[in-house]
């Protein structure tokens, strides 16, 4: 499973308040302890509150930068300000995210070649979330096409058939994951899929329970990355226990500390 950090996120307070007073100790200190928790890349996304996110992505991105050399996932709806970060990240590079819409893709497609990034698309578009499994494989099939028209790769493309909360849209969760699984036929080679884990427990009382078990379960239905919350260790742990059940990694007695030594 590749490891995508959720934690440099505006809508977090300590996040939030770094990025107005430009602290930059305390996003190096978040970047550095999910990457020694076993994150393989870092979402960053400014949050609700920045006011000037076309800078202030610049500014994590270069202070980042400063402690690592990981993958970073530009994390906006707003292609200007995905562009902006891209002019400075070094790395390579995910774009987070496209949606299915037409506008989007003609923008951010053509972006991803250039700078020669990975693309997550979602499965949204303009009239909102999709209701069923149906609505978004087609969706999907719509962002593979426009990939494929502009020769970006399906295996550089990542899938996300946005994960609603389970308190919230309860009959859609076994669709979501059938998702996961159907959006790998849509093409050959096969697109990858990620979710954002932590949508699933928003609002429920035992939130590490209800993400732990939704991702050890997507697991099964082939999900290839998640965006998630690398310092729960229990979860980290269920995610390399899933990859050792699925043959990704060779069993040993000592297999999580060996893992986490990769
Ligand atoms: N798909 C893609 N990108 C995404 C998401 C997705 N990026 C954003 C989000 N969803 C994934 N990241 C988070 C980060 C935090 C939370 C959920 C998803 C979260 N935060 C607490 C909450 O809202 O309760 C905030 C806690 C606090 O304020 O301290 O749950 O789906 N491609």
């Known amino acids: 499973m590749y490891i995508i950090g959720e934690l440099i996120n505006g809508m ?3 996040i939030g308040k770094a990025i107005n007073q430009k602290d930059k100790k305390e996003i190096q200190k978040c970047a ?3 990457i020694e928790s076993g994150a393989d890349a870092l979402d960053v996304n400014c949050g609700p509150a920045s006011k000037d996110a076309v800078n202030d992505i610049q500014w994590l991105v270069e202070t980042i930068q400063e402690v690592t050399d990981k993958p970073l996932a530009l994390d906006s709806s707003k292609p200007k300000v995905i562009e902006s970060g891209l002019k400075v990240a070094k ?4 774009i987070n995210s496209t949606t299915s819409d037409p506008e989007k893709l003609a923008i951010l497609v053509p972006l991803a070649k250039q700078y020669n990034a990975k693309l997550i698309g979602i499965t949204i578009n303009a009239k ?3 209701q069923n499994k ?3 494989l087609e969706m999907a099939a719509n962002i593979v096409a426009a990939c494929l028209d502009h020769g970006f790769p399906a295996e550089d493309l990542y899938l996300d058939p946005i ?3 389970v308190n919230v849209a309860q009959a859609q969760m076994r669709d979501i994951l059938e ?3 159907d959006f790998k036929i849509i093409s050959d080679p096969a697109p990858k899929t990620v979710v954002g884990l932590s949508n699933v427990s928003q609002g429920t009382l035992v939130r590490p329970l209800v993400n732990r078990t939704f991702l050890v379960m997507a697991a099964a239905y082939g999900l290839d990355a998640a965006i998630l919350d690398p310092k729960d260790k229990d979860l980290m742990d269920a995610a390399i226990t899933s990859d050792l059940i699925l043959n990704k990694h060779i069993y040993c007695d000592s297999f999580l500390t060996a893992y986490r030594k990769k």
């Open 91 to 94: 790395n390579k590079t995910l």
């Open 128 to 130: 909102g979330i999709p």
């Open 134 to 136: 149906d609505q978004r």
């Open 179 to 181: 998702s996961i699984r």
């Open 12 to 14: 977090y307070a300590n």
């Open 163 to 165: 994960v609603m909360p």
């Open 32 to 34: 550095l302890e999910q």
